[in-house]
T-cell receptor
């Protein structure tokens, strides 16, 4: 079946630094991947749609300069949280579509 | 944005009991998906529904696509401790491309 791998599973960083999260489709090619953010006890909120070979499309209210998305190949999309602040601490989840929507295992980001 | 409302928000049941939860929307959906999320993990697909009135089972789980296309229901029979988690409904909003909208979630706790 379709497998999506996300790395790292957790990361702690200092305020002001940048953090990169990787999302890979292991056994299929994904021209489109999706990035979600989930705060404690809340639902998944779509941040952006990552398109291979072109710019990502961001949901309303999501700062594209803060959350940089790169989809350089058919199996890899990266989300970089730039100049991280404590309020960026959250659970970030990626997803790719093949027949259905498969999700990565998530990345817990803590900014201190 | 569009929100799918799930009910109940949380439930605490005894092992062996049956569980029912629902998801409603003000908009029509053509696909309903039910996911389960364990703590610190990404959502995992349980059941997918593609046609109004459709009733689909996956082991002890049964889900139905409402006739109005604005709601869906998930039932779990004879609950066991590993059923603990958060259950989300989701669907691609018609006219919204392939982007998934998630429900508010139902947290299930099972008492031994």
């Amino acid at each position: 079946g379709a497998v999506v791998s996300q790395h790292p599973s957790w990361v702690i960083c200092k305020s002001g630094t940048s953090v990169k999260i990787e999302c890979r489709s292991l056994d299929f090619q994904a021209t489109t991947m999706f990035w979600y953010r989930q705060f404690p006890k809340q639902s998944l909120m779509l941040m952006a749609t990552s398109n291979e070979g072109s710019k990502a499309t961001y949901e309303q209210g999501v700062e594209k300069d803060k959350f940089l998305i790169n989809h350089a190949s058919l199996t890899l999309s990266t989300l970089t949280v730039t100049s991280a602040h404590p309020e960026d601490s959250s659970f970030y989840i990626c997803s790719a579509r093949r027949d259905g929507y498969t999700f990565g295992s998530g990345t817990r980001l803590t900014v201190v | 944005g569009q929100q799918l409302n799930q009910s109940p928000q949380s439930m605490f049941i005894q092992e062996g009991e049956d569980v029912s939860m629902n998801c409603t929307s003000s908009s029509i959906f053509n696909t309903w998906l039910w996911y389960k999320q364990d703590p610190g993990e990404g959502p995992v697909l349980l059941i997918a529904l593609y046609k109004a009135g459709e009733l689909t089972s996956n082991g002890r789980l049964t889900a139905q696509f409402g006739i109005t296309r604005k709601d869906s229901f998930l039932n779990i029979s004879a609950s066991i401790p590993s059923d603990v988690g958060i259950y989300f409904c989701a669907g691609p909003l018609p006219g919204g491309g392939n982007k998934l909208t998630f429900g508010t979630g139902t947290q299930l706790k099972v008492e031994l």
